[in-house]
């Protein structure tokens, strides 16, 4: 069994930053891949990043590419998501996830949830 537990979320001023952390607790295995995602106010849950856990491969979604750095310390069994230059439509609530499979990752729903952190960005 896997356990992901977030921290990081919070209130900012359009064009700054907020890293969210998720700590993992339980198995990993090589294949094991972690992200993001997030769901705003009225909308479905869209992928932002994930990495895999073993070889630190990235994957991004267009509409936070280069301004998202999505990271992982295996010592640590934690993951992050840097968020610089953040912009109001980046306002939700982001949760973390992991899957057994690197495969499809973003557009199959993850084996595992984390609880969910408020990200709010004000202009």
């Known amino acids: 069994q896997v356990q992901l537990v977030e921290s990081g979320g919070g209130l900012v001023q359009a064009g700054g930053s907020l890293r969210l952390s998720c700590a993992v607790s339980?198995?990993?295995?090589?294949?094991?891949?972690v992200g993001w995602f997030r769901q705003a106010p009225g909308k479905e849950r869209e992928f932002v990043a994930a990495i895999r856990w073993n070889g630190g491969r990235t994957n991004y979604a267009d509409s936070v590419k280069d301004r998202f750095t999505i990271s992982r310390d295996n010592a640590k069994n934690t993951f992050y998501l840097q968020m610089n230059s953040l912009k109001p439509e980046d306002t939700a609530v982001y949760y973390c996830a992991a899957s057994w499979s690197w495969s499809g990752w973003g557009t199959i729903a993850p084996d595992y949830w984390g609880q969910g952190t408020q990200v709010t960005v004000s202009s």
């Open positions: 339980g198995r990993t295995f090589s294949g094991f891949a």
